[in-house]
């Protein structure tokens, strides 16, 4: 059997990523902060997710998570996930918000990465996907410290698709747009019912709606297969057009009129 870890495995775009994976075969040792949510990620997947309880802010909880995954297969996916709404402008901010954010938006997924090559390297075989943002590749106001994490995420990616490309390991960014998951119940404005929100949140990507979880899971379990086989060193944007689009005004009337 082959095994994958996915960080941030509890809840959201994590937790989708790992059912997918399950459906489609893998043993998946999910990494995360939260022991309740995990356990009950175990409940409903199964025996092929494994939860190990961890901070991707410490280099041991990956160690961990690929020692799991390497007892149950051969390891050859892993994603890094987890992540923080981190929200600051530079005039708001201090030292300690920079070097908290960072340290679970880069650090984490440096040393997801590098945990998951030398793991890989003995096989020569392995897919590793990076979820960075779109906020990767465009800034949204008061966000800092997350879009500069964001965007060292492609360059982790690049990094280490240039080192192993002739190794047999493959590593891709996700840039996701504004997916329907806790973290983004959590940052809802207030005063308007849940669905109302969304909506709103929805227009301002092309296709006039949020994105669900499982359309990210789509697009990382294509990566981490060998139907991605050519594929190294780059990001896919899954959010619904908002980053072709540049400003948000409406140039056409598409009420039919
Ligand atoms: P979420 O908050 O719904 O879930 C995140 C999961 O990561 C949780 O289970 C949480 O416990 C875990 N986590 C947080 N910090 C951790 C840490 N230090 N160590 C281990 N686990 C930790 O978030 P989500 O919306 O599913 O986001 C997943 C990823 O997608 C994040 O990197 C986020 O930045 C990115 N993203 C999300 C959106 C969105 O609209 N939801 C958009 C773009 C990018």
């Not at 960075?132 to 949204?140: D, K, L, M, N």
Request: aromatic residues 6%; hydrophobic residues 45%; charged residues 20%.
């Amino acid at each position: 059997m082959t095994s994958a870890v996915v960080t941030g495995a509890a809840l959201g775009i994590g937790r989708a990523i790992a059912g997918r994976l399950v459906a489609d075969g893998m043993h998946v040792v999910g990494l995360d902060l939260n022991d309740d949510a995990l356990a009950t990620a175990r409940d409903e997947l199964g025996d092929r997710f494994e939860a190990v309880v961890g901070d991707v802010g410490d280099w041991n909880a990956h160690e961990r998570a690929a020692d799991a995954a390497q007892r149950a297969g051969e390891l050859r996916g892993w994603v890094n996930n987890a992540g923080v709404d981190w929200v600051g402008a530079a005039h708001e901010i201090d030292a300690d918000h920079i070097e908290r954010g960072l340290r679970v938006l880069q650090l984490g997924t440096m040393y997801g990465a590098c945990i998951a090559v030398r793991r890989m390297l003995p096989a020569r075989a392995g897919s590793i996907v990076n979820i960075s943002s779109i906020q990767g590749v465009v800034a949204f106001p008061r966000y800092f410290t997350y879009d500069v994490a964001k965007a060292a995420i492609l360059m982790v990616t690049r990094s280490i698709a240039v080192d192993y490309g002739a190794h047999g390991i493959r590593c891709n960014t996700i840039l996701p747009g504004c997916i329907e998951t806790p973290m983004t119940y959590a940052g809802l404005p207030p005063g308007l019912s849940r669905d109302e929100a969304l909506r709103r949140e929805g227009e301002l990507a092309p296709m006039l709606r949020v994105g669900q979880p499982a359309e990210i899971a789509e697009v990382a379990a294509f990566l981490l297969s060998d139907r991605a086989s050519y594929l190294t060193g780059t990001e896919i944007a899954v959010d619904g057009g908002a980053t072709a689009r540049c400003f948000p005004y409406p140039p056409l009337d598409t009420g039919g009129e």
